[in-house]
């Protein structure tokens, strides 16, 4: 009785709403309400296990959510506030970003230097089970459930990786996965590899402190945006810190279903802006705020876009509270960047496309195995300055020579003011 009388009022209040709709629009929508209710009715009377309405109707809210795209889904509280502690404080878990791709849960980005960054798992790699548990058919918020927890507790995933013949099994201890999502990096003296692994609340923040205690006793002559296997994060976060680069422009539009709704976001000129030379690194892991900011940059010229095609999460969703606390997360727009290019199913593809390549050979002419200046006893250049004598760290040096992309785009932006100056002469 219960249902049929919330049924009926539902029923008052929908036709009030679609009075102006044809008599088959209304008889239509009345077959469809009256066939859900016929479903709750036979499952609670003759599925094996007793089930309460309340469960039936949460079940069914899921489902429809779920039927819309990857990304739109109903939040419990508990759900909410994990949402929340991603952007905003610390949790127990591995550091994942996780989708589905064809109905398989993937990995998006592993966040660097977090246990599932450690534990080698890459852009793409398919999770087919979690601690025993087959993920066919599981949602993504059940899916984070059981891959978070208390630090210092394992959880299993079973992994198949493109390059496998078979699935993997690997087990990786939980840690607290922090909210800092910044690092500055000097490759050489001036030069600079700025990595966002997120866009977290505070992340644009963090970066005018980086550079601010570095520019403090260093000239800034070029910066290396590093924005692979980046997830994405805040809108907000994206907005500012492409703004941080920009002085004028647009830096990207969402659209809804109704063209009014239409949203611009700008940059403006402030004190804070960085015009120092730019390279944005990106790739595969780079979704949804990453591709944000890579767009904005290299369609206002700002910047010179290096490596691989992104992930292309180009819709944007709102968390849209209910009545109990809950919310649903539901996908309202569609982002584009500042020359109209839509983001999504097609990512950024780069100015200069550059595969990785983790390790450099011996026989790489690109990079010699051994050069004068690394013998013992070599002799000095007389008229080198001090600060070009000073030698990479052997840490800068490892990075440098296991990642090809970093290495040529250290090469490029050293070039960038002759090539400036060359172009404006001609």
Do not use: C
């Not at 013992?376 to 000073?390: F, I």
């Amino acid at each position: 009785m219960r249902l049929n009388h919330f049924i009926g009022i539902f029923l008052v209040l929908f036709f009030i709403v679609i009075a102006p709709w044809t008599g088959q629009a209304r008889e239509d929508q009345y077959e469809s309400l009256k066939k859900f209710s016929q479903v709750i009715h036979l499952i609670e009377d003759n599925y094996v296990h007793e089930k309460d309405r309340e469960y039936l109707l949460q079940g069914a809210i899921e489902g429809m959510l779920q039927k819309l795209d990857p990304h739109s889904s109903y939040l419990s509280l508990e759900e909410l506030k994990m949402m929340q502690e991603d952007f905003s404080g610390e949790f127990g878990g591995i550091g994942i970003q996780i989708g589905m791709r064809d109905n398989q849960l993937v990995v998006i980005a592993p966040i660097e230097d977090t246990p599932a960054h450690k534990a080698g798992l890459q852009p793409g790699d398919m999770i087919l089970e979690i601690n025993s548990k087959s993920t066919q058919g599981m949602s993504l918020t059940d899916a984070v459930r059981l891959i978070r927890g208390p630090k210092g507790e394992p959880v299993e995933l079973t992994i198949l990786s493109a390059e496998d013949n078979k699935p993997r099994k690997v087990e990786i201890v939980r840690d607290t996965i922090p909210v800092h999502s910044v690092r500055l990096q000097e490759l050489e003296p001036g030069y600079v590899q700025l990595r966002i692994t997120d866009f977290k609340g505070n992340t644009t923040e963090d970066i005018q402190d980086e550079l601010r205690k570095y520019s403090a006793d260093n000239d800034l002559k070029g910066i290396i945006l590093d924005l692979r296997n980046n997830p994405g994060g805040l809108l907000d976060q994206a907005v500012s810190v492409s703004d941080l680069f920009l002085d004028r422009g647009l830096i990207v539009y969402t659209q809804g279903r109704d063209e009014r709704q239409r949203k611009d976001y700008n940059a403006s000129r402030r004190s804070v802006d960085v015009s120092t030379p730019m390279i944005v690194l990106i790739n595969a892991g780079s979704a949804s705020a990453s591709e944000i900011v890579a767009g904005a940059l290299q369609d206002q010229k700002r910047a010179l876009v290096i490596g691989e095609n992104t992930f292309g999460k180009g819709s944007v969703q709102s968390i849209i509270p209910l009545s109990d606390g809950s919310a649903i997360k539901l996908t309202i727009a569609i982002y584009y960047t500042p020359g109209g290019r839509s983001i999504q199913a097609e990512g950024i593809a780069p100015d200069l496309r550059i595969p990785f390549q983790a390790r450099v050979s011996s026989d790489d002419p690109q990079h010699p195995a051994l050069r004068e200046s690394e013998l013992q006893m070599h002799l000095r250049n007389p008229d080198a300055k001090d600060k070009e004598l000073k030698d990479v760290s052997e840490e800068v040096r490892e990075i440098l020579d296991n990642d090809n992309q970093l290495r040529m785009s250290l090469e490029i932006i050293k070039s960038m003011p002759t090539i400036k100056e060359l172009t404006h002469k001609q």
